[in-house]
T-cell receptor, first 114, second 113 residues
Framework: GAGVSQTPSNKVTEKGKYVELRCDPI?????LYWYRQSLGQGPEFLIY????????DSGLPNDRFFAVRPEGSVSTLKIQRTERGDSAVYLC????????????FGPGTRLTVL | KQEVTQIPAALSVPEGENLVLNCSFT??????LQWFRQDPGKGLTSLLL?????REQTSGRLNASLDKSSGRSTLYIAASQPGDSATYLC????????????FGSGTQLTVLP
């Protein structure tokens, strides 16, 4: 079976532009997570979806960041007015449903803001 | 706020050695702990998941232990191989309604042939 997929694998944009990052979770997984990883650090939590709704968005750094999951499967992370400090690897993970389920990660999208 | 620390930050060993990677966390109210492997420029591969009620988990040459009361976990790798070279990350999942993992910064392992 297919794992978590993310597109694009790399995204280079200019400061001030808008970007969208896509995550396709493992089929049947109801929980979906977004994390951000800076060089030399572990991933940091951004937002968690259970089904279509954002159950916890406490990790989003500011209101330029927004994520949706309209049909409870694919999710899009949207960043407005990008800043150089947004440059990082954005990782998506999914898990079956229950608390404490193992999380499975995608390959990530490397975002570079020039 | 949960904090996760991994020591050492980097480790280099000759092939065939047994080794231990350490992970400590400040809040013992966890639901589970997960060990991951990350190769350069790649995503995370899950290695082992330990529920808070468990003491250890084994998969092949890997053994992970959990001492929740002392806030510690170890990942033991037996008979290391050059293919084991990667960054190893531990992450704790909280108890309660939160679900997000809190990660350490990882241990970069190099196994020399």
């Amino acid at each position: 079976g297919a794992g978590v997929s993310q597109t694009p694998s790399n995204k280079v944009t200019e400061k001030g532009k808008y970007v969208e990052l896509r995550c396709d979770p493992i089929s049947g997984h109801t929980a979906l997570y977004w994390y951000r990883q800076s060089l030399g650090q572990g991933p940091e939590f951004l937002i968690y979806f259970q089904g279509t709704g954002a159950a916890d968005d406490s990790g989003l750094p500011n209101d330029r960041f927004f994520a949706v999951r309209p049909e409870g499967s694919v999710s899009t992370l949207k960043i407005q007015r990008t800043e150089r400090g947004d440059s990082a690897v954005y990782l998506c993970a999914s898990s079956p449903s229950s608390p404490g389920d193992e999380q499975f990660f995608g390959p990530g999208t490397r975002l570079t803001v020039l | 706020k949960q904090e996760v620390t991994q020591i050492p930050a980097a480790l280099s060993v000759p092939e065939g050695e047994n080794l231990v990677l350490n992970c400590s966390f400040t809040d013992s109210a966890i639901y589970n702990l997960q060990w991951f492997r990350q190769d350069p420029g790649k995503g995370l591969t899950s290695l082992l998941l330990i529920q808070s009620s468990q003491r250890e988990q084994t998969s092949g040459r890997l053994n992970a232990s959990l001492d929740k009361s002392s806030g510690r976990s170890t990942l033991y790798i037996a008979a290391s191989q050059p293919g084991d070279s990667a960054t190893y990350l531990c992450a704790v999942g909280p108890s309660g309604s939160a679900r997000q993992l809190t990660f350490g910064s990882g241990t970069q392992l190099t196994v020399l042939p």
